[in-house]
């Protein structure tokens, strides 16, 4: 099992409706988060696994709201 189908093992989703005046608003965020989240784990990471899934989930959130809220942080190797 890959580590995409194992998510439904851990998360649960609950389904919205986009009122149809926001759809404009609130796809390119969509977009933008996916993609931001591919680049992350195709370029740092070459790929995922599912014992490491919910790690990689978290520094890419991590990420993407510092960049958004124009936060600083610092990445240590």
Not at 3 to 28: C, D, F, K, N, Y
Not at 57 to 76: C, G, H, K, P, V
Request: aromatic share 14%; charged share 15%; proline share 3%.
């Amino acid at each position: 099992m890959g580590a995409v189908t194992s998510i439904a093992e851990t998360q649960q989703h609950h389904a919205r409706i986009t009122p149809a005046a926001q759809v404009g608003e609130w796809l390119p965020w969509v977009h933008i988060v996916i993609g931001n989240l591919k680049a992350f784990l195709l370029g740092a990471f070459h790929g995922v696994s599912k014992r490491y899934f919910q790690g990689y989930l978290d520094e890419s959130s991590y990420r993407f709201t510092a960049a958004t809220w124009n936060l600083s942080f610092r990445i240590s190797c």
